[in-house]
């Protein structure tokens, strides 16, 4: 059991290995040579160029001026002077709002632990209900952070009402501060939507499912039914095609590249030895050849299959999938589409909003629609496996949080776990370290997943992926450590009292759980983001690629692109601290200091680290808004119920039904924001198209958005700068097209001319 000491111990190597990145930080990012790792950002946009630190050689690599060093800490004012509208500017509201997660935790957990400390703390200390147990049963483990908790009022005390009216005021005052975000929050998205510059995905939607046609192909087909369902509006389409196979060859030849410039640039700078490699397994093995010549070929067999699957692609109709991006003259128009059904049938010609050019995620758009719902339910199968599955390590970090247990599994390094120091380590500081480390491949593990199950854009993936971190992290971490935590550490205790007093028991351990979550805050929450600014691993991997792979400044460029912030792994670990403050707000007020600081450090962390490093791969107007205000409400919703069946174990009869309405109201409340602010990051209004398109006609009437348009939605594989995109270029018809192109024959058809057989087929009723 943890105490206070070893909370203290734990607490002071988090703060010295905090402060040990923020110095190194400090150092690392005043050296020349690191610039592009550090404010890669700034180089992206084009408005930094390399420092140019004194005249001597080595000041193109090492900083010189002295008094730089002296505010290592001066990155932190500096990345909170950036107003939040020029942050929008700058990084995009998806960055701008996922920020505003971490000061809703602010806004949230500051008052509450004021109140918390200024009322239930005192009330809690006063008892001497845990004292009074361990005279009656000596083997009842408790420490004093847990006479701060609700464990230490006395079975049936009325104190427990002081714990009911907290619970009351901090469920509403957390539903205050969700409403008015929620409201501010969707009054951004309206704003950034009708202030944004033009982009592709405004005028685009995405259909699927669409049927197939014994006379028309399906770029045909898709022409002619938005010429006949939309035909003042549509502008032109682009058909999908399945270019996996291709992509796999472009990105093979891509790393036989970098093979090739690495071995040329040793050569040139060795030319007296010419470089080898073996051909076998990860060159490991194999015979040695000559590098340059290796590679040289194996990249010329790549662009002969390359080429071949290319024309394969373009002139075999099977490559063709059932989906096409269709763009409308108008955002209106595109509106209208995207949010209504096309036909009798709900399950063909299936239209949704297209997602940006750079968020599609090409690979999945190939998957057959019909596949899809299987492919879900197979991985909600595999999560629930992969849920359980991670119980083994969590029931083994558990058993480090217990030094008893670890001394009764083995006795014989009892003499050294007893000595003061490696007691509190083991307590205090280990469970927390060893429970992230099993947790570092399960975002990937999970990306994974979200990809077999077909969504066909990034944002889409980083969501799914989310939610699935999210739902883990609720079973394993918070309920599998609870749970697993409380039957080992009350183990001989179970097995020696009678079944009603099982329950009881229960009810006392879960608070105590609240040591084990105050060393996982400290390692995660505090070390955890100050070694985030460091990026130790960007910053090898750069110089690396630099040294070894760069030739031209596009081969640096790509070297040091740092990539978006990672919302699929970042915001459920934001989730779990909602969820550990809001449970143990009313069990165990201690634990919301921690909380707080978290919050307050990522903010600053996390908001340098959008101005000056990430570059966020697309723009979804915070589309995932909705998904953080749910999890938050389902925090709420869990924190009551826990509590609710804690008063009930404590015998608190009067006070413990009064809590049933909680979860009720919660629930209510959740429906009222789903209803009032849940729309506008759902549907476009047709309001706020029509005011853009107006506004756009006035100030651009020459505005050629077919030629705009026309490339936008074309497959990465086909944009080589030749005439590739060209050939598989759907123009449509011009605007002053009134005929409606077909080529069936069927009774169903319009009785115009096609633009490709120069027939039309009989009116239906002559039939």
């Known amino acids: 059991m943890a105490t206070i000491g070893d ?130 049963n000596p083997k009842l483990e408790f420490s004093n952070i847990d006479k701060l908790s609700i464990s230490n009022i006395a079975n049936g005390s009325q104190k427990f009402w002081t714990h009911l009216a907290m619970a009351y005021a901090f469920t509403f005052w957390t539903c205050y501060v969700l409403m008015k975000e929620y409201e501010i929050v969707a009054k951004m998205r309206l704003h950034f939507l009708a202030s944004e510059k033009r982009r592709p995905d405004q005028f685009t939607v995405l259909v699927r499912n669409i049927p197939p046609d014994a006379d028309e192909s399906i770029s045909e087909l898709t022409e002619h039914f938005f010429l006949v369902n939309h035909p003042d509006h549509y502008l032109t389409h682009q058909v999908v095609y399945n270019a996996n196979k291709l992509a796999k060859l472009v990105k093979e030849k891509k790393k036989m590249r970098n093979w090739l410039d690495y071995y040329q640039l040793k050569s040139e700078r060795n030319p007296d030895t010419k470089p080898t490699c073996k051909t076998g397994f990860l060159g490991l093995c194999g015979a040695k050849v000559d590098a340059i010549d290796y590679y040289t070929k194996k990249i010329e067999e790549i662009a002969e299959k390359e080429e071949m699957e ?39 010609w299936l239209t949704g909003w297209a997602p940006e050019p750079r968020d599609v995620y090409w690979a999945n758009l190939s998957i057959p629609f019909v596949s899809i719902t299987v492919r879900k339910l197979v991985i909600t199968v595999a999560l629930f496996f992969l849920t359980f599955f991670y119980m083994v390590p969590i029931t083994f970090v558990q058993t480090l949080a217990n030094i008893e247990g670890i001394e009764k599994a083995v006795p014989f390094l009892k003499p050294l776990i007893e000595i003061k120091f490696i007691k509190s380590f083991i307590q205090g500081f280990l469970p927390g370290i060893v429970l992230k480390i099993f947790l570092i491949v399960l975002p990937m593990i999970l990306m994974f997943m979200s990809k077999f199950e077909g969504h066909i854009s990034v944002s889409a993936l980083e969501r799914k992926s989310a939610f699935k971190y999210y739902f883990f992290l609720i079973v394993n971490v918070f309920f599998g450590s609870i749970l697993a935590g409380a039957a080992f550490q009350q183990l001989n205790t179970f097995l020696n009292q009678s079944a009603n007093e099982i329950p009881k028991t229960i009810g006392v351990a879960i608070p105590q759980k609240a040591t084990f979550f105050i060393t996982y ?87 340098h680290q959008i101005i000056n490093v990430y570059n966020q791969e697309y723009e979804s107007g915070a589309a995932f808004w909705p998904s953080v205000h749910r999890r938050v409400i389902t925090a709420l919703i869990i924190s009551q119920l826990l509590l609710l069946g804690l008063l009930s174990t404590k015998e608190a009869a009067q006070s ?14 959740n429906y009222f924001c789903k209803n009032r602010y849940e729309p506008a990051f759902n549907t476009y209004p047709l309001q706020e198209a029509m005011m853009k398109d107006t506004l756009e006609r006035a100030r651009e009437p020459n505005l050629d958005l077919k030629g705009y348009l026309l490339h936008a939605y074309i497959h990465p594989v086909f944009k080589g700068g030749d005439d590739d995109d060209d050939d598989i270029t759907e123009a449509g018809p ?24 120069g027939k039309s087929s009989p009116p239906r009723d002559l039939l």
């Open 7 to 136: 909370i203290g111990l734990s607490a002071g190597i988090n703060i010295l290995m905090a402060f040990a990145f923020f110095v190194a930080f400090a150092f690392l990012r005043l050296q020349p040579i690191n610039d592009r790792v550090y404010f890669p950002k700034w180089y992206l946009k084009g408005v930094r160029s390399n420092p140019s630190r004194g005249g001597s050689l080595m000041g193109k690599f090492i900083n010189l001026d002295m008094r730089s060093y002296m505010k290592f800490l001066g990155w932190m004012p500096a990345a909170l002077k950036m107003p939040e509208p020029e942050l929008i500017d700058h990084a995009g509201l998806d960055s701008a709002v996922f920020l505003r997660i971490y000061l809703i935790g602010l806004k949230i957990f500051v008052p509450m632990t004021v109140l918390a400390f200024g009322i239930l703390v005192p009330v809690n200390w006063t008892n001497t209900t845990l004292r009074d147990l361990k005279v009656k």
């Open 521 to 607: 805050i400290m390692v995660d929450g505090w070390a955890g983001v100050a070694g985030e600014i460091l990026r130790l691993k960007p910053l090898i991997i750069f110089h690396l690629k630099n040294f070894f792979l760069v030739k031209t400044e596009k081969d640096r460029e790509e070297a040091m692109d740092p990539g978006s912030i990672g919302f699929d792994s970042s915001e459920p670990q934001i989730q779990l601290y909602f969820l550990l403050g809001l449970v143990y707000a009313v069990v165990t007020p201690f634990l919301l200091p921690f909380i707080i600081v978290f919050f307050a450090l990522a903010y600053v962390v996390y908001r």
């Open 734 to 757: 011009d605007y002053e097209q009134v005929l409606v192109p077909t080529k069936r024959q069927s009774r169903m058809n319009t009785p115009v001319a096609s633009k490709y057989s």
């Open 310 to 348: 290319r024309e394969r692609v373009k002139k075999d109709p099977k490559s063709v999938i059932p989906a096409a991006f269709v763009s409308f003259k108008t955002r209106w128009g595109a509106a209208v589409c995207a949010q209504t059904q096309q036909t009798r049938n709900p399950t063909m």
């Open 656 to 669: 413990a039904p009064l809590l049933l309405a909680l979860p009720v109201l919660t629930i209510a409340f």
